[in-house]
């Protein structure tokens, strides 16, 4: 069967690899027999535009190259235009594109598109007091957010787990805890917090493996706070949870839960996939089968680890 694909990246991102790895793509799945349109683009209203236009046109999948921030928008595009998305990670961070076991090597990756099987996927819709929009691996409130929001500005060059931990130590010399509020299925719960991540994949910030136990198939998102925790105490968790080694410590508390309002004492920042979206509150609630993606054949979403190799 003919698939007719849309090939979308954006031009400035990552010093032009998202640019080599689209023209690998190009090239594979034209010679593969494919019926592709390329777009290159520098704004989410312009692909989100390109995007609809190929759908009209008759195209009905979506491979996206880029990192999480990329991959999160057009995720929604995806969602919103009920195409199947594809990824080639071409960032920085690349969670959502690692916990789905696509390869990093951009070649590896096409072969990957192009053998491998459809999955549907499950996804959190949040609202905020400005927008509707779906995470599809993990939003967090708090320190998070303000180290997404420190590294738009800071430390570009650097890998993105290694300029992820710097700048969260940075911001944890001035980020200062605060009560943030959570109503989970009804019942209501308050802590003095730094952060609070849900979602359906497991980890953030390029690898820190916040939530080990989630999975796209749940009906339940998994919740982690990190609370009533000392300098010490937030610097040993920071250091463990890149293995998961965080859980069970006396000051994070682990949950699920298929609906959560996050509310707080003053506005707090929310960042999806590692873009910003406002401020608290913000209700997240899990919609099932959301969105289908193209994932290596043996992939399985029930596997209990992170990665299905």
């Not at 209203?45 to 195209?59: H, V, W």
């Not at 053998?115 to 320190?143: C, F, H, P, R």
């Not at 820190?208 to 925790?229: G, S, T, W």
Request: proline share 4%; hydrophobic share 40%.
């Amino acid at each position: 069967m003919s698939r007719n694909v849309i090939i979308m990246y954006n031009k400035n991102a990552r010093a032009g690899k998202s640019r080599k790895n689209a023209e690998i793509a190009k090239k594979r799945l034209f010679d593969a027999g494919y019926d592709t349109r390329f777009e290159q683009t520098t704004s989410i209203n312009e692909a989100l535009s390109m995007i609809q236009e190929a759908k009209q046109d008759g195209y009905s999948e979506l491979l996206a190259i880029g990192g999480d921030g990329t991959m999160h928008h057009l995720a929604n595009a995806a969602i919103e235009n009920n195409m199947k998305l594809g990824l080639i990670p071409s960032g920085s961070g690349n969670d959502f594109a690692n916990a789905l076991n696509i390869p990093k090597n951009a070649e590896k990756a096409v072969d990957s598109f192009i053998e491998g099987a459809y999955k549907k996927i499950n996804a959190l819709e949040v609202s905020t007091s400005q927008e509707k929009y779906y995470s599809v691996n993990i939003t967090d409130v708090g320190w998070g957010a303000k180290v997404v929001k420190t590294s738009e500005k800071h430390l570009k060059w650097l890998p993105g787990l290694i300029k992820y931990n710097l700048l969260a130590l940075w911001e944890f010399l001035w980020y200062k805890p605060r009560n943030l509020t959570l109503v989970m299925d009804g019942k209501e719960e308050t802590f003095h917090a730094r952060i609070v991540a849900a979602g359906l994949g497991q980890t953030f910030g390029s690898g820190m493996r916040i939530l080990p136990d989630a999975r796209f198939c749940h009906e339940k998102m998994q919740i982690a706070v990190l609370y009533n925790a000392n300098r010490f105490q937030t610097l040993k968790a920071l250091t463990k949870v890149p293995k998961a080694k965080h859980v069970g410590l006396p000051y994070i508390k682990i949950m699920e839960s298929k609906e959560v309002t996050i509310k707080a004492e003053r506005p707090t920042l929310v960042e999806s996939e590692g873009e910003l979206h406002g401020t608290t509150p913000i209700t997240l609630r899990v919609v099932k089968d959301i969105l289908e993606v193209v994932v290596p054949k043996d992939y399985s979403l029930e596997k209990p680890t992170l990665y299905a190799r």
